[in-house]
């Protein structure tokens, strides 16, 4: 399997995210680029109300996932990490 090229990644993931985070902001929350696992997973940190709110899970999939999957098809997912 090829190695990664995990900078080309997060420039990727980095504008997918900037995409989304009129619509987080809009409702009081936002989100922060963590790190890229050697899986292809982006680790992504919910802020703000997007933490303790019920939907952050759909905002997560439906929302941050498929934005990111769209510019960038190498990736395999996106998990948030806890405080």
Do not use: H, W
Not at 4 to 29: H, T
Not at 33 to 47: H, K, N, S, W, Y
Not at 58 to 73: D, F, N, S, W, Y
Request: hydrophobic share 45%; glycine share 6%; net charge negative.
């Amino acid at each position: 399997m090829a190695k990664l090229n995990k900078e080309s990644i997060k420039e990727k993931v980095l504008f997918a995210m900037e995409q989304i985070r009129p619509f987080l902001n809009a409702d009081g929350g936002d989100v922060e680029f963590v790190d890229i696992t050697d899986e292809a997973v982006v680790q992504v940190r919910l802020t703000g109300a997007c933490q303790d709110c019920s939907m952050s899970s759909m905002t997560l999939k439906a929302g941050i996932e498929e934005a990111v999957i769209k510019v960038a098809p190498e990736v395999t997912g996106v998990v948030a990490l806890e405080y």
